[in-house]
C-alpha cells in the first residue's frame, strides 16, 4: 500500500495512505475545508463484503470521486453547477442530478422545522457580506436583498428532478447544509464496501462509525467499539476543546460565532446571519452542538439553535425524537439535553 502525506493538490489526485492510528487516510481540500477520511481494514470489515487487501482504498477512493461529483453539482461558484445553472435559468425549472433534487428537499424540509431561522436562500444576503476584509453590507441593499430572500422562491420536483429559482434576484446557497448531506452519502459508500469502523470530517462536520479500534498501548487502553471522544471547541480558546462528547456512532456539528468574525467600528460582526435581519445573530449562546445518527440532521438544525439563545434552542432540540445538544453560551456555561447525561465531560476554561 502507497503511503504519502497530506498535500494541497487537485483533490482527484488524492490517494490513500497510513495514518498512525493503524487506519488508511485520503486528505484533500475541497467544499472550501479541509477533508479528512479515516477507514479501518483488516478483522474491521465487514465480513463477505468486498474481501481482499484492497477494499479500504478502493472505498476511499470512491469516497473521493463522490466528493468531487458534489463540488461539481452543488458549488455555487462553479459555473457548470446545478446550483450556477438553476439561478442562470430563473424563474425557469433545469434539470439537475437527483442528490441535488434529494438535497434541496431535504433542506426545505429543515426550513419548515426551524420556522425560517435556517433558510437555503441565506445567499442573498451573504453575498453583501465579506468576512475576509471586514465588510459590512449598507442598511439600503441589506434591505433591497431581503425583499428576495425566503426558502419559499426554491421549488423542487423529485420526480422529474427539475429545481426552480423563481426569482432571479434570490441566492441559493446551499453551503449550510451540503456538508451534512455528503457525509451521510459518504458514510453509505464506505458502508457498501464492507467498513464499518470508519470516521469522516469535512471541516466540522464529524461522523463516526463502529467505536474506537483496539489499543492496548494506550493510556488508558481502548477496547475495540469504546466510544470516541469528539470535542466541541472552546469558543474563549479556540486551541482547545470546552466539552468531549463520547461517541460510538454518529454526527457531531457545531454552529458558533467565533468561527468567522470581525471588528469594525468598535462592534464584532459574525458570519452566521438571521434571515429576518441579514445582520449577524443576536444571542446569547457562542456555539450550538448538534449530536445525531444524520450528520445532515447537524447542519440543519445547529445554526437555527445558535439563533434561538440557550433556552429555547435546549427545548427545541429536546422535542426532536434521536437529536441531542451541547450550548455553550457567551457566559461560558455549558447546558445539554437529557440524552448526553452521561456522555459527555466538561474541560475548564484556562485563559491567562
Known sequence: MQTQSYTYGDPAEARPYDALDGSRIISFFLFNTNVHLHAYGGEELEEG????????????????????FFEHALSRTRGDSDISRAHAASPAPVAVAPETAELVELALGYCARS????????????????????????????????????????????TASTLTIDDPATVLDLGGVAKGYIADDLAGVLRSFGVRRFVINLGGNVLVA??????????????????????????RDPAHHRVLIDVVSGSVVTSGAFERRFARGGRVYH????????MPAETDLACATIVSPRSLDGDG???????????RARSFVEAIDGVEGVFIDTADRVT???????????IPTLLI
Request: include cysteine; charged fraction near 25%; glycine fraction near 12%.
Open 49 to 68: 463484503v468486498r474481501e481482499g487487501a484492497g477494499a479500504v482504498d478502493e472505498a476511499l477512493l470512491a469516497c473521493r470521486d463522490r466528493c468531487v
Open 115 to 158: 420556522e425560517g431561522l435556517f433558510d437555503v436562500t441565506m445567499g442573498t444576503v451573504t453575498s453583501l457580506w465579506d468576512f475576509h476584509t471586514g465588510k459590512v453590507p449598507s442598511a439600503r441593499s441589506l434591505d433591497e436583498a431581503l425583499g428576495h430572500l425566503g426558502w419559499g422562491h426554491v421549488r423542487v420536483d423529485r
Open 210 to 235: 463502529g467505536g474506537r479500534p483496539e489499543n492496548r498501548a494506550a493510556r488508558p487502553p481502548h477496547r475495540a467499539g469504546s466510544p470516541w471522544k469528539i470535542g466541541v471547541v472552546n469558543p
Open 271 to 278: 458570519h452566521i446571519l438571521d434571515p429576518r435581519t441579514g
Open 301 to 311: 438544525y445547529s445554526t437555527a439553535a445558535f439563533m434561538m439563545g440557550a433556552a
Open 336 to 346: 445539554w439535553t437529557s440524552g448526553l447525561e452521561d456522555r459527555l465531560a466538561l
